[in-house]
């Protein structure tokens, strides 16, 4: 069993940056492919990044590709989405997932957090 908890969302303007963090609780945390998941009012949930539990391979959407950069530090049972050059699309919940270590990246997940919400004005 596998708990997550995300934080570091908020109001940001357009351009601004913001780094979101996802802490994991449980013994095998190393072992899971980790991602990170975002959905808008009135969207379905979509991929945003992915990173396999080696934290060598990570993966993207294209919408965010060049501007986002997923990493693990798996000593601290932590994942971060380092976001960058954030734009009004960006606004969003966004979603930590865990799940198993060779699963394609954008899912099934098995376990998921409960969500920051992150606002980009315009």
């Known amino acids: 069993q596998v708990q997550l908890v995300e934080s570091g969302g908020g109001l940001v303007q357009a351009g ?14 190393s072992s899971y ?5 975002r959905q808008a009012p009135g969207k379905e949930r979509e991929f945003v990044a992915a990173v396999r539990w080696t934290g060598s391979s990570m993966a ?13 530090d798996n000593a ?4 971060y989405l380092q976001m960058n ?3 009004f699309d960006d606004t969003a919940v966004y979603y930590c997932a865990a ?10 997940y098995d376990y998921w957090g409960q969500g920051t919400q992150v606002t980009v004005s315009s």
């Open 99 to 108: 799940g198993p270590p060779y699963i394609d990246y954008k899912g099934p």
């Open 33 to 37: 492919a980790m991602g990170w998941f």
């Open 16 to 29: 601004d940056s913001l780094r979101l963090s996802c802490a994991a609780s449980g013994r095998r945390f």
């Open 85 to 87: 050059s954030l734009k």
């Open 76 to 79: 601290k049972n932590t994942i």
């Open 60 to 72: 993207y959407a294209d919408s965010v590709k060049g501007r986002f950069t997923i990493s693990r």
